[in-house]
């Protein structure tokens, strides 16, 4: 069994940064992907970013290219989102989650995913 655990949420001034963190507890196994998603009070949970285990390509929302950027330690199997020029929009609870190896696997869209971290609020105010 996979568990995440992501930490470094809070509360920050617009313009300001926050870096979110998802260790994963189990190393045996194989992921296609390891991705961002947030998911504002009455809203749906909406992708943010991800990075492909193997390769290490990313993909980002439009709405926060150029601001969050996604990286990777595979030594301790933790993926970061570095957030800079947070906005208040950006408010919302935060969740990593991993995508397993299967044909036709885009890893842009909650439902494929497999594992899932608790989340961690981020509180942007203006």
């Known amino acids: 069994q996979v568990q995440l655990v992501e930490s470094g949420g809070g509360l920050v001034q617009a313009g300001g940064s926050l870096r979110l963190s998802c260790a994963a507890s189990a190393r045996t196994f194989s992921s296609y992907a390891r991705g961002w998603f947030r998911q504002a009070p009455g809203k749906e949970r909406e992708f943010v970013a991800h990075?492909?285990?193997?390769?290490?390509?990313?993909n980002y929302a439009d709405s926060v290219k150029g601001r969050f950027t996604i990286s990777r330690d595979n030594a301790k199997n933790t993926v970061y989102l570095q957030m800079n020029s947070l906005k208040p929009e950006d408010t919302a609870v935060y969740y990593c989650?991993?995508?397993?190896?299967?044909?036709?696997?885009?890893?842009?869209?909650?439902?494929?995913?497999?594992?899932w971290g608790q989340g961690t609020q981020v509180t942007v105010s203006s």
């Open positions: 989650a991993v995508a397993l190896p299967r044909p036709g696997v885009a890893a842009m869209e909650a439902r494929e995913y497999d594992y």
């Open positions: 990075i492909k285990w193997s390769g290490g390509s990313k």
